[in-house]
């Protein structure tokens, strides 16, 4: 089900392969559309309304003139059930994800695909924009989250939160947090920390922390660089910086004594070295 941008109307999708829109004022069936000859799994407006895309089965995706009620266009090129549709926020694109373990992004003046993102190893089942459009994120039966840079298409990078298939994703309004819901019945909310550029990068003498152990990467952040906002810090501290994974964890916070960093959590002073980016 999706709700119009405006409130009015709410769509609904069926395996009988139609879509129903529903007056939101009487509960009454204001159309029913027919094009699809599979299940309709994902339905989604375009933010001003003016389309409406569906998902199917058949292997397709239909982009409805909300006007007219008429078929736009039909987009094909999915070499599986397509499983879930997500327009960026901005309208200019529309994310599909099928069981094919791919998603294609469509450029919608044209309907020409714009890019396929590969990576996953299973079926994907959810997209998620961040509200700012910046980002595109998928998540997969294979367990895994995959986060894109929407400007370049580039890999962000991979989140592994769940020990089973990751069923659904979405943003905070505020792009701040991550929520993902998993078959391992949890649901976990990751910080936005990937996508933001440190303060500082963790180091240990002269060899990077991050290739000592397990080649996961680590970046320092004061509670407000780049636009982070934390309600509480952890340890009880007044921190001047907090250090995390870029898979969200927290590891240590801690703050600074004569241009020195010094964390608890990690009993380590490090050296302080600007501006290296996180990827």
């Known amino acids: 089900v ?52 569906s998902a199917s089965f058949d292997q397709t995706i239909i982009i409805w003139d909300t006007d007219t009620l008429a078929q736009e266009t039909v987009l094909s090129g999915e070499h599986g059930t397509v499983l879930s549709v997500a327009w960026r926020p901005d309208g200019a694109q529309l994310a599909s994800a099928s069981s094919d373990q791919a998603v294609i992004v469509w450029n919608t003046d044209t ?6 993102l590969s990576g996953h190893t299973g079926s994907v089942w959810s997209l998620a924009w961040r509200p700012d ?6 998540a997969s039966s294979d367990g895994a989250i995959i986060v894109w840079d929407a400007n370049t298409w580039q890999l962000e990078t991979t989140l592994r939160r769940h020990t089973d298939s990751v069923w659904s994703v979405a943003w905070r309004p505020d792009g701040i947090y991550l929520a ?7 649901v976990r909310v990751t910080p936005q920390v990937f996508t933001r550029q440190p303060c500082y990068w963790l180091l240990g003498g002269n060899l990077p922390l991050w290739q000592w152990k397990d080649h996961r990467n680590l970046a320092l952040y004061r509670p ?6 934390f309600t509480s810090i952890p340890f009880g501290l ?32 490090l050296i302080r070295v600007r501006h290296k980016h996180a990827i």
């Open 2 to 53: 999706a709700w119009h941008p405006d409130g009015n109307h709410l769509a609904s999708a069926s395996s009988d392969t139609t879509v129903i829109i529903w007056d939101a004022d009487t509960w009454q069936q204001e159309t029913i559309l027919s094009g699809h000859t599979g299940s309709v799994r994902s339905v989604a407006w375009h933010p001003d309304g003016i389309y409406l895309a």
């Open 111 to 116: 309907w020409a695909q714009e890019a396929v």
């Open 180 to 186: 993902s819901a998993s078959a391992d019945q949890t």
């Open 133 to 138: 459009g910046a980002y595109l994120t998928f």
């Open 224 to 229: 407000t660089c780049s636009n982070l906002a």
């Open 238 to 269: 007044n921190a001047d910086y907090l250090v995390y994974t870029l898979s969200g964890r927290m590891l240590a916070s801690g703050v600074i004594l004569g241009g020195l960093a010094m964390l608890c959590g990690l009993g380590v002073i």
